[in-house]
């Protein structure tokens, strides 16, 4: 069961898009889809989907700012928070960049 809050299924729809380039690049280079370095393009791209990931999930999370007209005070609210299975947007970035270096490790090495 996936769990999300606010636009926090934007970290799977990102990388699902950043997933399906890459067997489109390594398609047009040649090689099949269960390919090994078919999946090493793959893996490699979650690179490029977590800085991505990293600045969505810095917009929609920011605080917003609110002024009051009368004393022209600044409020800030963190207002509603966009998450993935409890973690925010922009943490995702860096698990994966910790993804894509050890998938790709491990199909270099198997």
């Known amino acids: 069961m996936i769990i999300w809050r606010g636009w926090g299924i934007l970290v799977l729809l990102i990388a699902a898009l950043f997933q399906w380039l890459g067997y489109a690049i390594a398609s047009g280079l040649g090689y099949g889809p269960l390919e090994g370095n078919a999946q090493i393009i793959g893996y490699l791209l979650f690179l490029p989907a977590a800085v991505v990931i990293w600045f969505v999930g810095r917009y929609l999370n920011k605080p917003k700012v609110y002024t009051d007209k009368a004393t022209g005070q600044?409020?800030?609210?963190?207002?509603?928070r966009?998450?993935?299975?409890?973690?925010?947007?922009e943490y995702w970035a860096f698990i994966y960049v910790i993804l894509a270096i050890v998938m790709t490790i491990v199909k270099l090495v198997s």
């Open 74 to 80: 600044q409020t800030y609210s963190k207002g509603e």
């Open 82 to 89: 966009h998450a993935l299975f409890f973690i925010p947007i």
